[in-house]
């Protein structure tokens, strides 16, 4: 396994975890309110077209949670920046560990409910997944219902992790938010 020669101050992130960041933390602020709301629309076009765009955007996501594990495992992950105190560093690796086990248990749950209740999960209009369970809706009600409540973790620990990093880019100024920021050229 590669490992960085010199570690510096500023050591970034590599380039494709950092695009692979962004994409995924716009994809899941985007797809958390739509959950909450699509349930409490009328039936009709507009519901039925929400609920495709979130399942398209969940499973989106989990592809690209496996393709950032895979970048991290072979592109390497910088280790926490130095300006950190000891549990400043055990809190952001155990939410950041924690919000790589949701990107996974989050989509599964709700591809595994969705099968459950029977309902067909066609991705971007292109192609439909397989179910990986039979219908079964007393076991759909469970899985959905944990899926919403890992969900709402999701948001919680993101809402943390955000406040954490703007208070290390506004107020600590100590180059933490440079490091998942494109590199500036000259
Ligand atoms: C849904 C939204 C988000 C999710 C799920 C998320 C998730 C993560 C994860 C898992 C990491 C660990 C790095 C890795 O190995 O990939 C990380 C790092 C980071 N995130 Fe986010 N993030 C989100 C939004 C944001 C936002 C809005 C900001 C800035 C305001 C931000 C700033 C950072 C920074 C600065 C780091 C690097 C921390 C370090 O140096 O260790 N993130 N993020
Ligand atoms: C990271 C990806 C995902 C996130 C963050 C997410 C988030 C959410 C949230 C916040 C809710 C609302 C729960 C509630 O109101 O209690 C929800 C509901 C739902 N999600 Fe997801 N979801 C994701 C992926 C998926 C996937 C991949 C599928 C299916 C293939 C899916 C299917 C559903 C369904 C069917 C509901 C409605 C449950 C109900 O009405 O009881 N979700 N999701």
């Known amino acids: 396994m590669a490992t960085a020669a010199v570690t510096t101050r500023s050591e970034r992130y590599p380039a494709v975890l950092i695009v692979l960041h962004w994409t995924m933390a716009v994809l899941i602020l985007v797809t958390i309110p739509i959950g909450w709301r699509m349930g409490d629309l009328e039936p009709g076009p507009l ?9 398209s955007i969940g499973v989106t996501v989990l592809a690209l949670a496996v393709l950032r594990l895979a970048a991290r495992k072979i592109a390497g992950a910088p280790p926490p920046h130095p300006s950190l105190a000891p549990w400043q560093r055990t809190l952001s ?9 949701l990107f996974f248990v989050v989509p599964i749950l ?3 409910g969705t099968s459950a209740f029977g ?13 990986i369970l039979p219908k079964n809706e007393p076991l759909s009600e469970i899985l959905l219902g944990a899926h ?7 948001a919680g620990l993101v809402i943390l992790h955000v406040a954490g990093a703007l208070y290390h880019a506004l107020i600590r100024r100590d180059g933490v938010m440079q ?6 050229t000259g």
């Open 47 to 55: 519901q039925d077209a929400l609920y495709h765009l979130h399942r």
């Open 93 to 101: 690796v155990a939410v950041h560990h924690l919000l790589y086990v």
């Open 110 to 112: 709700g591809w595994a």
């Open 119 to 131: 309902a067909p999960i066609i991705v971007w209009g292109l192609f439909e997944l397989p179910p």
């Open 148 to 154: 919403g409540l890992f969900a709402s973790t999701l």
């Open 179 to 184: 490091r998942m920021l494109p590199a500036r």
